[in-house]
């Protein structure tokens, strides 16, 4: 079966999830076993960069397939992890080396809500559509796909010890806690922007709640140089929020929602690990690349055993 988000908000209302929500893990994003979806999922849209329309198909894969990107047209794959990621210009960039995608990072937080582990994500073009500008979209688009769970503990990454990215004046750092929590500061020349922060704890029902529908966001100043670049060709107000000097063009859904993105685009970034995260990331004026580098400082550690501890 194939699913359509443009029909998504009249189908939920009738739609009840397989999977009860007190599935999900109380401290942390995702659920306790390996997860994959029932249904295929079809979903079409522009990519903000690209500007191109995509067709994009979410299907069910086997146990430990992990995200798997797939070539409609070739089938070539890409594994989704972060010593893939190509760039992060803008948006996080996934290479095999000769196939590129871009703007992974929304889908990948929508994932890691919803808890889903396992999942061929095939496209016909090179960018995941915007659609919104958020997660709300794709992560509505998997629970009405239906998420099942296998029998096998999804054993999350406990940090036990502190874990860093430090460039110049920013810094992101990962922290031990019981929890999965977000200390995030932004800084802009903006008034509702300069030196910003956001503190949170984190679980899939606080991000649906909470963070899913903050959309992308950017100043209208830019747009240009932006375009002569070649990026942003699919942006619009109806997919980002677009910043003036002093204020906004368009309306917000939060008063706080360009921190709230920053937040979401930061979940779907670590996801890249395809496990959850039992700790306190402490983020300041970071962003993709600072992101993607303490994934990989993670994964680092963890292969030489020094943050899990086994149960």
């Not at 029909?7 to 997860?35: I, P, T």
């Not at 769970?149 to 992101?172: C, R």
């Not at 806690?177 to 606080?206: C, M, W």
């Not at 921190?259 to 395809?274: A, E, M």
């Amino acid at each position: 079966m194939l699913i359509d988000v443009s029909n998504m908000v009249q189908v939920l209302e009738n739609h009840s999830v397989l999977v009860k929500e007190d599935h999900f893990a109380e401290k942390y994003v995702g659920r306790y076993f390996r997860a994959t979806i029932k249904e295929q999922v079809y979903i079409k849209g522009v990519g903000l960069h690209t500007g191109l329309e995509t067709n994009l198909y979410l299907s069910p894969a086997k146990e430990n397939t992990g995200i798997v990107l797939r070539n409609y047209h070739t089938k070539e794959e890409i594994q989704v992890n972060p010593f893939n990621v190509k760039s992060t210009v803008n948006a996080v960039t996934l290479s095999n080396g000769s196939w590129d995608v871009y703007t992974v990072e929304h889908l990948l937080c929508a994932l890691a809500t919803a808890g889903v582990t396992d999942v061929i994500v095939e496209l016909d073009r090179n960018e995941i559509p915007i659609l919104d500008g958020s997660s709300i979209e794709f992560y509505q688009a998997i629970q009405q796909a239906q998420v099942i769970e296998s029998a096998t503990p999804l054993e999350p990454i406990k940090i036990l010890n502190p874990v860093w990215v430090v460039s110049q004046d920013k810094y992101i750092i990962a922290v031990p806690a019981e929890e999965f929590k977000v200390t995030y500061t932004i800084h802009y020349e903006h008034p509702d922007l300069r030196g910003r922060s956001l503190y949170i704890s984190l679980n899939s029902e606080i991000l649906a709640k909470e963070i899913l529908s903050a959309r992308t966001f950017g100043f209208l100043k830019d747009v240009e140089y932006l375009r002569s670049k070649g990026l942003i060709k699919g942006a619009s107000l109806d997919n980002a929020v677009v910043l003036t000097d002093d204020g906004y063009v368009n309306n917000l859904r939060y008063p706080d929602e360009c921190i709230r993105h920053k937040v979401l685009d930061l979940v779907g970034d670590l996801y890249l690990l395809n496990r959850p995260i039992i700790g306190h990331i402490i983020a300041f004026r970071t962003g993709h690349s600072m992101d993607v580098a303490l994934a990989k400082n993670i994964l680092n550690h963890l292969q030489q055993n020094e943050l899990i501890r086994k149960k």
